[in-house]
T-cell receptor
Framework: KQEVTQIPAALSVPEGENLVLNCSFT??????LQWFRQDPGKGLTSLLL?????REQTSGRLNASLDKSSGRSTLYIAASQPGDSATYLC??????????FGSGTRLLVRP | GAGVSQSPSNKVTEKGKDVELRCDPI?????LYWYRQRLGQGLEFLIY????????KSGLPSDRFSAERTGESVSTLTIQRTQQEDSAVYLC????????????FGPGTRLTVL
């Protein structure tokens, strides 16, 4: 059974810092891995999707990497801004096409 | 519409009543998913549709939960005889197809069972 873990559970950084969020999964047989952000009281916004055959994806200040063999993914946020404050979720798609979510990292970027 | 829409946005009901939650996926998306997020917990998968059929219902927590999809479009999640533990945000997502495609989420329906 796939299990997804995110570390740290919470993170507080000053504006401008570069930061890394970690995601690990127990079963390497995934179709893809997706990173989302969730703002309080709102739905999920997709940030990046990495297919199982890919190593990384970039969008603006965000870069996500995937290492299937070690069961790890990281989300790198460059030059963080207060508007980046949210909960970040990673989710691995299993062989039956459902997303298995981690419990998230709550990020606070202080002005 | 541009994105996945869900209705109602909020639903308060009394224990024992039935509720219906609706999801309108992005036009042309053949795959549709339901998830729920209970307070302080992570998202958990409920059911997946490919077209109008549901190949994976493994996440439905009990036989009080059912879902259907018609016309490869709108989907309805029905909870019968609601219990307090059903209180959660119910999220719907759609994608162009299963497997390799990105899932896009709606804003969710917040269900409160008194």
């Amino acid at each position: 059974k796939q299990e997804v873990t995110q570390i740290p559970a919470a993170l507080s950084v000053p504006e401008g810092e570069n930061l890394v969020l970690n995601c690990s999964f127990t079963d390497s047989a995934i179709y893809n891995l997706q990173w989302f952000r969730q703002d309080p009281g709102k739905g999920l916004t997709s940030l990046l999707l990495i297919q199982s055959s890919q190593r990384e994806q970039t969008s603006g200040r965000l870069n996500a990497s995937l290492d299937k063999s070690s069961g790890r993914s990281t989300l790198y946020i460059a030059a963080s801004q207060p508007g980046d404050s949210a909960t970040y979720l990673c989710a691995a798609m299993d062989s039956s096409y459902k997303l298995i979510f981690g419990s998230g990292t709550r990020l606070l970027v202080r002005p | 519409g541009a994105g996945v829409s869900q209705s109602p946005s909020n639903k308060v009901t009394e224990k024992g009543k039935d509720v219906e939650l609706r999801c309108d996926p992005i036009s042309g998306h053949t795959a549709l998913y339901w998830y729920r997020q209970r307070l302080g917990q992570g998202l958990e998968f409920l059911i997946y549709f490919q077209g109008n059929s549901a190949p994976d219902k493994s996440g439905l927590p009990s036989d009080r939960f059912s879902a259907e999809r018609t016309g490869e479009s709108v989907s309805t999640l029905t909870i019968q005889r609601t219990q307090q533990e059903d209180s959660a945000v119910y999220l719907c997502a759609s994608s162009r197809g299963a497997g390799y495609n990105e899932q896009f989420f709606g804003p969710g329906t917040r269900l409160t069972v008194l």
